[in-house]
């Protein structure tokens, strides 16, 4: 007999946009509603660019759900909502990025532990855990 445990873990999210960064940010947590309605969201914070030299300033925010979905699962979802907001592969060599929905933590598993160092990442983790 085979059993299916379908164990909710927490996930958390990035999320990041210097082009149209209100109209993309607003798609991004609509459609994340739509998957996840316990989804929780820090403050929208306005960041200077990391790595690019001529960018205007991003919009980044942070949030967190839980789900029994895979981890394959919910980057495939992230990554079809970064298309819907017309994110091409192009884009980023002239420093546009429309949307930019990363991954960061499931669970206790890091998935990118340099951008645990951003201070507007540490914001909003300390933000989503009050």
Same mark, same amino acid.
């Given at each position: 007999?085979?059993?299916?445990?379908?164990?909710?873990?927490?996930?958390?999210?990035?999320? !990041?946009?210097?082009?149209?960064?209100?109209?993309?940010?607003?798609? /991004?947590?609509? %459609?994340?509603?739509?998957? #996840?309605?316990?989804?929780? #969201?820090?403050?929208?914070?306005?960041?200077?660019?990391?790595?690019?030299?001529?960018?205007?300033? #991003?919009?980044?925010?942070?949030?967190?759900? /839980?789900?029994?979905?895979?981890?394959?699962?919910?980057?495939?979802?992230?990554?079809?909502?970064?298309?819907?907001? !017309?994110?091409?592969? $192009?884009?980023?060599? %002239?420093?546009?990025? %429309?949307?930019?929905?990363?991954?960061?933590?499931? $669970?206790?598993?890091v998935y990118r532990p340099d951008d645990l160092?951003?201070?507007?990442?540490?914001? !909003?983790?300390?933000?989503?855990?009050?």
């Amino acid at each position: 007999m085979s059993y299916s445990l379908n164990i909710a873990v927490i996930y958390t999210l990035s999320i !990041g946009s210097n082009e149209h960064r209100e109209e993309n940010l607003s798609l /991004a947590r609509t %459609r994340l509603k739509e998957w #996840f309605p316990d989804i929780r #969201f820090s403050t929208e914070m306005e960041t200077v660019p990391l790595y690019f030299f001529h960018s205007p300033l #991003f919009s980044n925010q942070m949030a967190r759900f /839980a789900s029994a979905k895979s981890a394959v699962e919910i980057t495939a979802y992230l990554k079809a909502i970064e298309r819907e907001a !017309g994110r091409t592969p $192009d884009e980023k060599a %002239r420093e546009i990025v %429309r949307l930019d929905i990363d991954l960061l933590m499931c $669970d206790n598993t890091v998935y990118r532990p340099d951008d645990l160092r951003r201070d507007y990442i540490r914001r !909003g983790l300390e933000e989503l855990e009050k």
